[in-house]
């Protein structure tokens, strides 16, 4: 062997070493800086209190609940949504039919739209459009409660923003259910509708919370969506109607940082709002991780 | 054709059957009849139409994209492919049981109990008393009765077949149809799968393909050989075996081709 492919394998794998590393050194960079930045602003009563004198004190409640809320909207209109197309994309129309490939080209268009263009749909066809003309009808003479940014239309937004990922994952764990056991099922006398709520979905459950979690996850850390259509700059209350308008983690983190009348006083808030931000994420992926590991170890016991 | 004046009216019968999957021809002209309360084994060289007309009989081939068929298929006096037929109905009636062992990823009980269900039975001690009679009558309840709630994924394969005979028998069927049955077991267990045919046959039609001549010879009454997409020759088991009319049947059951 030339000695100069040896020192070309050498350095190739020095590289590859070298920028793994860099990885693993960036996460714990972060974190540190993070946690180092937030731990002391971070308590209890950080979190379950409302901001204070003009956001330059007190704790972030109103955007941690603001966060939930919107998050389970998104998710009790998107995963259904979302389920239902894949069942459809899978199991009524033909793999190489004209509107299976109509769907997945939309699919995959969605997918692409920056999530900015979500926020600007929002406002111009759910409150201007479908918000204002429900006012129309049910709301008094010149009184906007459904035309005007709130949980609602932020949740649809983000809906949209995260159908593409769960209409993939989920169609992914339906494929993967083995035809056998539809057969199985339709020999019985089952009808497709049948073995698709007996035996496919049972079965692709897993894939259904994989896409959910996905979705949550993105969900909870998206701003651009909900600029428009939602997200308020700051609220002394907790929301109690979907037509309210919330707080949210990651806006809360951009206002503080940018907005606030004292960046420099902020800082340990901004930092621990930041480090709930990343907490509440990874609690909601290590929960969906467990459920998915009991139900894969009931599936084998 | 079948004398009906001297014999009893078939189960089954099939008349000039022609079956396509796209454009291409699976099936040529079949005709044949199948008599109640007997075994009728399919047998013939892989691709030779044999399990593709064994699904003919309960319409599986309907769940396959761009199929077509020709002929008529009369069980008792129905002809299943009529635009009238209701196949949940059909499906009901003859029963179907895999090649590859297939029961769900559910309890021993939920895996029988499948069936009933789907077909309107909620009672708890009613669907027990199905479970437990289908599990019975497919030589599995003394091995099972005790862990009717394990899951049927950690039963051997000759339990897991065994096992969807059960849940098969339990929709109360009068055909049975067997498509290699016993392919992927062990000579124990197929053992087993054939001793068990031949109970069944008392109170059930049943049609097994099989590509194990030894095994069409010990559990059939009657046999078809299918080559090619045709029928080439059916008749009884020990006439077909012993002193076959066609030159081809003969090439095959002495193994010089298949």
Known sequence: MKPGRRIFGTGFVFITQASAFLIIGLVIFIFLTIIHGGWNTLSLEFIFSSPKNGMTEGGIFPAIAG?????????????????????????????????????????????????????????????QFVGRNMDKVLSPPGELIWGQPSLIWAGLTMALLTLPTVIIVVEEAITSVPREWREASLALGATKWETIIRVVLPNSITGILTGTILAVSRGAGEVAPILFTGVAYFLPYIP????????????????????????????????????????????????AIIIRYQLRKKRIA | MIDSSTMQKPKISVDSLNFFYGKSQALFKISMAMEAQQVTAFIGPSGCGKSTFLRTLNRMNDTIDRTYIEGTVMIDDQNIYA???????????????????NPFPKSIFENVAFGPRIHGIRNKSDLYSIVEKSLEQAGLWNEVKDRLNNNALGLSGGQQQRLCIARALAVGPEVLLMDEPASALDPRSTARIEDLIGDLKKNFTIIIVTHNMQQAARVSDYTAFFFEGELIEFGETKQIFTMPK?????????????
């Open chain 1, 240 to 287: 109690t109607r979907v037509t309210d308008q919330f707080m949210q983690l990651g806006y809360h983190i951009y206002v503080m940082a940018t907005q606030s009348t004292n960046v420099e006083k902020t800082l340990g808030i901004q930092y621990a709002t930041t480090l709930v931000l990343l907490l509440l994420t990874f609690i909601l992926n290590f929960i």
């Open chain 2, 246 to 258: 066609q030159k081809k049947t003969e090439d095959y059951i002495t193994g010089r081709f298949g």
């Open chain 2, 83 to 101: 635009p009238d037929v209701d196949v949940v109905h059909l499906r009901k009636r003859v029963g179907m049981v895999f090649q590859k062992s």
């Open chain 1, 67 to 127: 966060t939930f809320m919107l998050v389970f909207i998104m998710t009790i209109l998107g995963v259904p949504v979302g389920t239902i197309t894949a069942v459809f994309l899978c199991e009524y129309v033909k793999k190489s039919s004209p509107v299976a490939k109509i769907i997945r080209f939309a699919v995959n268009t969605l997918a692409g739209i920056p999530s900015i263009v979500f926020g600007l749909f929002g406002l111009g066809f759910f409150i």
